[in-house]
């Protein structure tokens, strides 16, 4: 569902359409944050797991984004009480809905380099 449907419907509330674009900026922002959502969305995975999908990440960084993360309500920790302690992480519902948001940036990106490179 698109909320902007024309310029007119910016016009009728500039400030409403600039605090969504702000907050989701203030969500999504980092040079990872992107990348852990699109590991996630194939299932809970373990910190460990992540990590190795994100092959150039540090244990230190990944740590502060899923945090990040957590506390703006996209990604869960699940912590089972079993013997070692297992700690997995995985999309909220929020989390999940990006999807559309991602596969609509996937898909100017493709576009976007197509033209770049025909240059």
Do not use: Q
């Not at 990348?35 to 992540?50: A, S």
């Not at 092959?55 to 699940?78: C, D, F, Q």
Request: hydrophobic share 40%; proline share 3%.
């Amino acid at each position: 569902m698109s909320y902007i449907s024309n310029i007119e419907d910016i016009k009728k509330c500039p400030t409403e359409f600039a605090l969504a674009l702000r907050d989701t900026l203030n969500v999504l922002s980092g040079k990872w944050k992107l990348n852990v959502i699109g590991v996630l969305f194939f299932g809970k995975k373990r910190f460990t797991e992540i990590e190795k999908g994100l092959e150039e990440i540090t244990p230190r960084m990944l740590s502060k984004e899923l945090k990040e993360l957590e506390l703006n309500g996209v990604v869960n920790r699940i912590v089972t009480a079993s013997r070692p302690v297992v700690i997995e992480y995985e999309l909220t519902e929020s989390g999940y809905e990006l999807k559309k948001v991602l596969d609509e940036m996937i898909g100017w990106g493709i576009l976007h380099r197509e033209k770049i490179f025909k240059k």
